[in-house]
């Protein structure tokens, strides 16, 4: 007997405004422009696509297109799509790593 499956569907699990921010820092956070792209577009679906795109100013093909994963949205999509959505980008410094202390050997 095959087993049944489902695909799986990130956008059912953003149901808050907490969610959705952690989902797309971490997305920001690979540095990756499609894997931030496509985070964009998951949770404008979340959102719903059409108030999205209504709230950015771009219709609703065009914000598909730009935001799947071979999509290449311009930084006035994503400002606009971000305020549509109640975010905004921000900036903070990368962490840096302090060197690790090197110990002599004791004879």
């Known amino acids: 007997m095959a087993i049944k499956t489902t695909p799986f569907d990130s956008a059912e699990y953003l149901d808050s405004d907490e969610t959705i921010a952690a989902y797309l820092d971490e997305a920001l956070e690979s540095a990756d422009p499609a894997h ?9 679906r979340a959102k719903g696509m059409t108030e999205i795109a209504r ?47 090197r110990t002599k050997a004791r004879k």
């Open 55 to 101: 709230g950015a100013g771009v219709s609703r093909e065009h914000l598909y297109r730009a935001l799947k994963e071979t999509g290449n949205p311009e930084l006035a999509t994503v400002v606009r799509v971000l305020k549509a959505l109640g975010l905004r980008l921000a900036t903070q410094p990368i962490a840096e790593e302090k060197p690790k202390r």
């Open 36 to 44: 931030i792209a496509h985070a964009l577009g998951v949770v404008a």
